[in-house]
């Protein structure tokens, strides 16, 4: 006669559980991390990131931030990038990109450090799966998104946790937590409606009266002190006025959220497995899509529905700037939150199904299945993990032409001479030796339906034309300057190899260029046809 059948349990060593192991292995995987993001601290050049160089940069000219700096961002990220210049003083254009870049990840290796310390083994599930995809998704450069992701994953954390009374929220906690919502909240403004909801949540569930009201005197005692500091007409007209009319709109209609397409910004999980590009991110999209609803449905099943919806709202809300599945890099910066909340509630969900049931091998079958085709996936050929490029060369590729301008204006000019930068390419005014013609310093396309950006423009080139006027060419073979058509007769353009460059010069300066300028200028293969 057969012996009643068993269900098989899996157990770990106990060494494996320890600690300390599990210091060990963050400290492996944090050495790696910091070498690869290392290795590639300098790939990509992009506005969102440089714009934020840039507004440091000019307040550590005296500048004010909007009346004087178009932004079109809250405002910590300019503060924070010009504490970074103060205090680093990069000389060079290289070192400004290598900054800024090496800040993000000591930040992101001191969060994920915290992480792991206050919650242990599933926060390193988090750490491991985010740290290795965040790269496709721009998690690496000196965006607000990439930042905020941690602060936000720690509240979630916190919350899910006290949901289910798995944790003890300790004392000082939710005065943190008021830090990281003040945080979030001056940080990037597309989040300020999740950061809310994760503290309203905290705050209702860690019923602590009195550090409760120091928590929300901080956030409002330190709002004050930004809102009193800013140029709040400014502000609006920058950040909300222009967001709305120029961005937001045609986001809504090209990610068709609109009414009832709304859906799918909460199921986007579904999305990823019917439509979207094919690259690895997708790939990884996918497996990240399992995953979370093997879990949620494990999770239902378990009767936790006010923990579902919760976690529905959460993921909706993070997501309001959804791009199609496997977009990668330039669009997929708008996606960092979400992935970040998606692999931290996985990674909790993981604890929680696991504390709670008996048969536990499904469940670390399919983790274990999940972390291997992670570790498969990233390590394919084609992977940035797996790419030899020289830190060198993938600077002079990607911010070579900021680089030659800055220096070929630099040769040519002199400092009582001014520089207007049109469109997008405003990393040309770092450094530059000449002034800005633009009384708000830059001039983005989302500008151009705003009437008092567009005056001042024309008042600029009516009463005091700018010497220098940059516009990036591109691939534009039939291309025409964007200054007002009665004044380009003024202009002449620089070329290069027999090719327009983007940069025209104020005919009445060019008797103050002297030969030895030209010289110079003809060294690095810039000249005028005369």
């Known amino acids: 006669m057969l012996p009643p059948h068993k269900a098989i349990v899996l157990k770990f060593p106990r060494i494996f559980l320890t600690t300390q192991f599990l210091y060990i292995i963050s400290f492996v995987f944090f050495t790696f991390i910091g070498y690869l993001y290392y290795k590639n601290a300098v790939s990509f050049s992009f506005i969102d990131e440089y714009n934020n160089f840039m507004a440091g940069y000019f307040l550590l000219s005296g500048k004010h931030l909007y009346s004087q700096i178009f932004f079109q961002h809250n405002m910590l990220m300019a503060y924070l990038s010009a504490l970074i210049q103060l205090y680093l003083r990069p000389s060079t254009l290289y070192q400004l990109v290598m900054d800024h870049r090496l800040f993000v990840l000591f930040f992101s290796i001191c969060f994920d450090a915290w992480l792991i310390y206050r919650f242990k083994y599933f926060a390193l599930l988090f750490v491991i799966i985010y740290e290795l995809w965040k790269y496709y998704l721009f998690g690496n450069l000196f965006l607000a998104e990439g930042i905020i992701v941690y602060p936000v994953v720690y509240l979630l954390l916190l919350n899910l946790s006290a949901i289910n009374n798995k944790m003890t929220i300790r004392s000082g906690e939710l005065f943190l937590s008021g830090v990281f919502t003040w945080f979030i909240l001056w940080m990037r403004e597309p989040y300020v409606p999740l950061a809310l909801v994760l503290y309203m949540v905290l705050l209702f569930l860690v019923k602590k009266k009195k550090e409760t009201v120091y928590s929300l005197i901080f956030i409002i005692f330190m709002s004050l002190i930004i809102l009193v500091t ?301």
């Open 230 to 530: 800013t140029d709040v007409k400014s502000y609006i007209t920058d950040v909300i006025s222009v967001n709305y009319t120029s961005v937001a709109v045609g986001e809504i209609q090209q990610s068709g959220i609109a009414g009832i397409g709304i859906l799918k910004i909460f199921f986007y999980p579904v999305l990823t497995l019917i439509y979207g590009n094919w690259d690895i991110l997708r790939y990884f999209s996918i497996i990240l899509s399992l995953f979370f609803i093997y879990l949620f449905i494990n999770l239902i099943f378990k009767k936790q529905y006010i923990t579902s919806i919760y976690i529905i709202l959460l993921l909706g809300i993070s997501n309001i700037r959804i791009e199609p599945p496997g977009t990668s890099y330039y669009q997929a910066y708008h996606m960092v939150i979400w992935y970040g909340l998606c692999i931290a509630i996985s990674a909790y969900l993981t604890k929680y199904i696991y504390d709670n049931s008996k048969n536990r091998t499904p469940l670390l079958f399919v983790t274990g299945i999940f972390v291997l085709s992670n570790l498969v996936l990233i390590f394919l050929p084609g992977s940035y993990i797996l790419s030899n490029n020289n830190r060198q060369t993938i600077f002079t590729t990607d911010y070579g032409r900021y680089y030659s301008f800055q220096k070929l204006i630099n040769v040519l000019s002199s400092p009582h001479q001014s520089l207007f930068v049109d469109s997008w390419d405003s990393l040309i005014y770092w450094k530059t030796s000449t002034k800005v013609a633009y009384p708000y310093i830059f001039y983005y396309p989302p500008m151009n339906g705003f009437r008092q950006f567009q005056n001042a423009r024309t008042t600029m080139f009516k009463n005091d034309p700018p010497s220098f006027y940059y516009e990036y060419v591109g691939e534009i073979h039939a291309y025409s300057p964007s200054i007002p058509v009665n004044l380009k007769a003024l202009y002449i353009p620089v070329y290069f190899d027999n090719n327009i460059t983007g940069l025209y010069i104020y005919k009445p300066i060019l008797n103050t260029i002297r030969t030895q300028q030209w010289k110079q200028a003809n060294q690095m293969g810039y000249y005028i046809k005369t």
